[in-house]
């Protein structure tokens, strides 16, 4: 079992950035391959990015490519989204989600932390 909790969002500026952090308990947190998703307001949840187990490959959405950087940090079971020019359609609530066999299949999600970005 692993428990994900999000922090860090909050409402900035158009052109500001944020960090998001997600702190993971339980099971040995570089056994998991992490990911960062996120849902706006009558949309399906979608995919931001995704890193390694020891943080070597990174993954992102086109959306979001150049713009954010996931990276994380074994020794303190975080993995954080450092989010930079942030735009108006970056809206949304966010999670981090833990994928033990690679599959891309997640097996634990977080609860979420809402990022709003006003224009």
């Known amino acids: 079992q692993v428990q994900l909790v999000e922090s860090g969002g909050g409402l900035v500026q158009a052109g500001d950035s944020l960090r998001l952090s997600c702190a993971a308990s339980?099971?040995?947190?570089?056994?998991?391959?992490m990911g960062w998703f996120r849902q706006a307001p009558g949309k399906e949840r979608e995919f931001v990015a995704r890193i390694g187990r020891i943080g070597g490959r990174t993954y992102y959405a086109d959306s979001v490519k150049g713009r954010f950087t996931i990276s994380r940090n074994n020794a303190k079971n975080t993995v954080y989204l450092q989010m930079n020019s942030l735009k108006p359609e970056d809206t949304a609530v966010y999670y981090c989600a833990a994928d033990f066999a690679g599959t891309e299949s997640y097996d634990y999600w977080g609860q979420g932390t809402q990022v709003t970005v006003s224009s």
């Open positions: 339980g099971r040995t947190f570089s056994s998991y391959i």
